[in-house]
């Protein structure tokens, strides 16, 4: 079992920046691929960003391409998700997630989940 804890959501201006934390329990982290995904008002979760087991491997959705960077500390059990140059469309409820199957992009492709951390980004 993994069990996961977000932080670091807020309210921020467009074109500002914040920084996800998730940590997970546990002493097996560095067995598993990562994952952020959000999910907005009315709509379906979709994939944010991933990194694999080790961090060598990263992957984006187009839309925050260039603007989000995802990282991970073994060390510290946590991984992270630099946001910057938000804007509105940004606003969700952001989920880390962890998987033993590698990195990939599909909601179903991940084990477990953390409870979600609220980002506002106002215009």
């Known amino acids: 079992q993994v069990q996961l804890v977000e932080s670091g959501g807020g309210l921020v201006q467009a074109g500002g920046s914040l920084r996800l934390s998730c940590t997970a329990s546990g002493r097996t982290f560095s067995r598993y691929a990562m994952g952020w995904f959000r999910q907005a008002p009315g709509k379906e979760r979709e994939f944010v960003a991933a990194?694999?087991?080790?961090?060598?491997?990263?992957g984006y959705a187009d839309s925050v391409k260039g603007r989000f960077t995802i990282s991970r500390d073994n060390a510290k059990n946590t991984s992270y998700l630099q946001m910057s140059s938000l804007k509105p469309e940004d606003t969700a409820v952001y989920y880390c997630a962890a998987t033993q199957r590698g990195l990939n992009t599909l909601v179903a492709g991940y084990e477990w989940w953390g409870q979600g951390t609220q980002v506002t980004v106002s215009s």
């Open positions: 990194v694999s087991w080790s961090g060598g491997s990263t």
